[in-house]
C-alpha cells in the first residue's frame, strides 16, 4: 500500500501556472507508477498524465499535451505536474494515485491521495 499526498493546489489567472505535488511513502513507493486525475463538479474522474515507476514512460492526455509535464524526483519519492497556461476548464480537484503500470483508467488505481483544488479564474 502506498500512501500519497498531494499539495501545490490553489487559485490562479486564466494563463497562469502551478506546480502540483505527489508526495508518495510506503513500502517500495518509487516502485509504483503515479497518475494525476482531475475531477469537475459534476463531472467523471477523468486522466491527466502518468508516469512509470523509474520515469521510462509518461503520458499526458491530449487536451493538456503541450501545457502540462509530468516529472518525478526519486530521490524525494514526489511526482510533479507542471501545469503552464492554465484555462478555466482546468478547474477541478486534482488527484494523483499509484498503480504497477501507467495509465489514466481511473478505476486501475488503487492508492489515492486526498486531492488539491486547482481553481483557473477567467
Known amino acids: 500500500q502506498v500512501q500519497l499526498v498531494e499539495s501545490g493546489g490553489g487559485l490562479v489567472q486564466s494563463g497562469g501556472s502551478l506546480r502540483l505535488s505527489c508526495a508518495a511513502s510506503g513500502a517500495a513507493a518509487d516502485y509504483y507508477a503515479i497518475g494525476w486525475f482531475r475531477q469537475a463538479p459534476g463531472k467523471e474522474r477523468e486522466g491527466v498524465s502518468c508516469i512509470s515507476g523509474r520515469s521510462e514512460r509518461t503520458y499526458v492526455e491530449d487536451s493538456v499535451k503541450g501545457r502540462f509535464t509530468i516529472s518525478r524526483d526519486s530521490a524525494q519519492n514526489t511526482v510533479y505536474l507542471q501545469m503552464n497556461s492554465l484555462k478555466p476548464e482546468d478547474t477541478a480537484i486534482y488527484y494523483c494515485?499509484?498503480?504497477?503500470?501507467?495509465?489514466?483508467?481511473?478505476?486501475?488505481?488503487?492508492?489515492w491521495g486526498q486531492g488539491t483544488q486547482v481553481t483557473v479564474s477567467s
Open positions: 494515485a499509484a498503480d504497477y503500470d501507467c495509465n489514466i483508467v481511473p478505476n486501475d488505481y488503487v492508492d
